[in-house]
Each structure stands twice: as C-alpha cells, then as structure tokens.
T-cell receptor, first 113, second 115 residues
Framework: AQSVTQLGSHVSVSEGALVLLRCNYS??????LFWYVQYPNQGLQLLLK??????LVKGINGFEAEFKKSETSFHLTKPSAHMSDAAEYFC???????????FGSGTRLQVQP | KAGVTQTPRYLIKTRGQQVTLSCSPI?????VSWYQQTPGQGLQFLFE???????NKGNFPGRFSGRQFSNSRSEMNVSTLELGDSALYLC??????????????FGEGSWLTVV
C-alpha cells in the first residue's frame, strides 16, 4: 500500500523567504511522486513530478523537489516566496501498475508581506 | 490545447436525489479518473476508466458509479444523495498507456452541495 504524509497543515513565510513543504512517502514499489497546487475555488495544477529520471526535479513557478530514497522524502522548495504562491499544496504518489494517485492531506502556504 | 473540462461547475441537490457529472478529457487522453475532495477526508480516488473499461475503483459505496464513452468523455453518477456527498468532484485525464508516471491533468472540478 502507498501513503503520503505531509508535515504541517499550515506553513507561513514572509515574502522573499525560503519555502519548504515537507512530504514523506511509503511505498512497497519504486514510486512516482507528484506535487500539485490548488488555488481557491480551482482544480489541481501540476507543479512537478518525479519518475526516476533525476532525483532533483525542477517544476513551474520556480519550485523544485528532491527525491531522497534513504529518507523516503520528496520535499518541495522555492528559494524566494512570492505573494502569488499562497495556495494549498498536495504531494501525491502512485506506482507501476497503479495510476490512481494517493494524496497527502495538503499544506496551506501563507505568504506574509 | 484545451484542458480537462468539467460540467456543471456548481450544483445544489436535495438528499435522496441523484446527480450526473460530466468530464471531457484532454484531446488524445484515454484515461479518465475521478476524485472526491472534502475538508474532512481530503482527496480520495473514486475510479479510473481506460478505453471504456473501469480499471480501478476506490473505496466508495455502490451509489457512486461512472462510465466512459468511446470518445473518452466520462460521466460519474451518484444516486440517493446524502449530505456527506457534498464535495468538490475532480476529473483527471492522462495518456494512459500503462505508464503510471504519465502526467495526470485535473479539471476545475464540480462543486456539489447536498441540502
């Protein structure tokens, strides 16, 4: 069975500060990992995905994530937060033979001016 | 290229009624999946269709059903609505060639309120 844990349901940073959103996964098979962002009253937009090609994955809007197998982690980072980054972020996992995504509980990012 | 399109965007139903939600995937995508999003349970997988066949099903009661048409468009149906069915229902599509690493694209969702 696959599962995802996102530490911190709410994260608040100042504009220009580092953004770090944590995601740990549990999977019995090599996973595929995804980060999605959800703005209010909208669907999910893919930020980036890991499919074993490279451990450091760069996504849209300046976000990146690093796959660390030894730590079973896939944390999302952005060097400098912007007000427009305020949203809810979801980490998700699936694996070979299973396209259905298992999502974490989400982290709401607040950016203070 | 048009994204995943869901209709209707908002709807209000009464307990005991049934509802049908529609989804048009990205052109060329043959896999369509549905997810329910609620504040309490988060994002949960409902089912996935590929080439008109249900491939996977989540842990939801039989009141939740779906289908996919030959043009890959999909519908989901919820019968005998309960208050707890109030949620955002998200449709997603992917190329669906068997590779789980394919990008899964989501629509804007259908907001269902049961009163």
């Amino acid at each position: 069975a696959q599962s995802v844990t996102q530490l911190g349901s709410h994260v608040s940073v100042s504009e220009g500060a580092l953004v770090l959103l944590r995601c740990n996964y549990s999977s019995s098979v090599p996973p595929y990992l995804f980060w999605y962002v959800q703005y209010p009253n909208q669907g999910l937009q893919l930020l980036l995905k890991y499919t074993s090609a490279a451990t450091l994955v760069k996504g849209i809007n300046g976000f990146e994530a690093e796959f660390k197998k030894s730590e079973t982690s896939f944390h999302l980072t952005k060097p400098s937060a912007h007000m427009s980054d305020a949203a809810e972020y979801f980490c998700a996992v699936n694996g070979p033979g299973r396209r259905a995504l298992t999502f974490g509980s989400g982290t709401r990012l607040q950016v203070q001016p | 290229k048009a994204g995943v399109t869901q209709t209707p965007r908002y709807l209000i139903k009464t307990r005991g009624q049934q509802v049908t939600l529609s989804c048009s995937p990205i052109s060329g995508h043959r896999s369509v999946s549905w997810y329910q999003q609620t504040p309490g349970q988060g994002l949960q997988f409902l089912f996935e269709y590929f080439s008109e066949t249900q491939r996977n099903k989540g842990n939801f009661p039989g009141r939740f059903s779906g289908r996919q048409f030959s043009n890959s468009r999909s519908e989901m149906n919820v019968s005998t609505l309960e208050l707890g069915d109030s949620a955002l229902y998200l449709c997603a599509s992917s190329l669906g060639d068997g590779n789980s690493g394919n990008t899964i694209y989501f629509g804007e969702g259908s907001w269902l309120t049961v009163v």
